[in-house]
Nanobody
Framework: QVQLVESGGGLVQAGGSLRLSCAAS????????MGWYRQAPGKKREMVAT??????NYRDSVKGRFTISRDNAKNTVSLQMDSLKPEDTAVYYC?????????WGQGTQVTVSS
């Protein structure tokens, strides 16, 4: 059973930056998707960014501001978030798709003040 552990959330002012990191307890193939989702209060969980092999996918509202990266040797995935906006406030969850099964981290809070 793979476990995902996130770190790096916090409180930041609008326009600031944060970096989220996620470490997997086991080996994840580079062809398996990893990424980040978020859920704001009263809203559905939504995809933020995913990476599968060399392919990266971003939701439109974060393109040009967020950058996803992955270290396959260390089984980690990171999300660099720049130019943060109050609407980015949410709990951010690390995700991994392994053998067609979804795995989730416990979530880390990101709060952007205006």
């Amino acid at each position: 059973q793979v476990q995902l552990v996130e770190s790096g959330g916090g409180l930041v002012q609008a326009g600031g930056s944060l970096r989220l990191s996620c470490a997997a307890s086991g080996s994840i193939r580079s062809t398996s998707p990893m990424g980040w989702y978020r859920q704001a209060p009263g809203k559905k969980r939504e995809m933020v960014a995913t990476i599968t092999g060399d392919y990266k996918n971003y939701r439109d509202s974060v393109k040009g501001r967020f950058t996803i990266s992955r270290d396959n040797a260390k089984n980690t995935v990171s999300l660099q978030m720049d130019s943060l906006k109050p609407e980015d406030t949410a709990v951010y969850y690390c995700y991994a798709g392994i053998n067609f099964n979804p795995y989730w981290g416990q979530g880390t809070q990101v709060t952007v003040s205006s």
